[in-house]
């Protein structure tokens, strides 16, 4: 199973700050690497397919970016909307596997 | 507008049969460019992908859950199931369903989720 290890598992920021989020995967397999964001009660949303791809109506502070096997999602100016929990996910090998997630904190 | 609803029984009596229904609508299941897939989020924890399955019936199944799982299609109602036997209070969870975008042989992410159910597993 590819391991995908996410750091940190919660931060605090403010409104306006530049944030990064890492997920390490356990071993390289290219770009199948996705990222999530979810609000409490709520589904996943998908913010970010193939480590830059950028959804359809997902804000442009979003963006990813890989660097062999170390993933981040960066929010460049963080928003009241973006207090959530992140996820990533590849999608290279079975079984899909999520990082443990990063919970984004005023 | 592609949606997703998950159905289904709350509570399930340890040992029990776990069975849930999303139905799609505003895409086909049998479209080729999609896989439909199970995804669930025990109380307080982080996601884990059960499995998925192709229009063709095509499984993959996480193995961890695999000896238990079987997920399974019905394109003439364009719904998928999701049944999981002999259930612990580890099975406690939220339940989704997803699409997951395929192309040029790789899949991508999952772009649309149902709203989730919660299921209970308790005597």
């Known amino acids: 199973d590819i391991q995908m290890t996410q750091s940190p598992s919660s931060l605090s920021a403010s409104v306006g700050d530049r944030v990064s989020i890492t997920c390490r995967a356990s071993?390289?397999?290219?770009?199948?690497l996705n990222w999530y964001q979810q609000k409490p009660g709520k589904a996943p949303k998908l913010l970010i397919s193939a480590a830059s791809s950028l959804q359809s109506g997902v804000p442009s502070r979003f963006s990813g970016s890989r660097s062999g096997t170390d993933f981040t999602l960066t929010i460049s100016s963080l928003q009241p909307e973006d207090f959530a929990t992140y996820y990533c996910q590849q999608s290279y090998s079975i079984p899909l596997t999520f990082g443990g997630g990063t919970k984004v904190e005023i | 507008q592609v949606q997703l609803q998950e159905s289904g029984p709350g509570l399930v009596k340890p040992s029990e049969t776990l069975s849930l229904t999303c139905t799609v609508s505003?895409?086909?299941?049998?479209?080729?460019?999609?896989?439909w897939s199970w995804v669930r989020q025990p109380p307080g924890k982080g996601l884990e992908w059960v499995g998925y399955i192709y229009y063709s019936g095509s499984t993959n199944y996480n193995p961890s859950l695999k000896s238990r799982v079987t997920i399974s299609v019905d394109t003439s109602q364009n719904q998928f199931s999701l049944k999981l036997t002999s259930v612990t209070a580890a099975d406690t969870a939220v339940y989704y369903c997803a699409r997951i975008y395929c192309s040029g042989g790789g899949c991508y992410g999952m772009d649309v989720w149902g709203q989730g159910t919660t299921v209970t597993v308790s005597s």
């Open positions: 071993q390289i397999f290219g770009s199948y």
């Open positions: 505003g895409a086909s299941v049998s479209n080729g460019t999609y896989y």
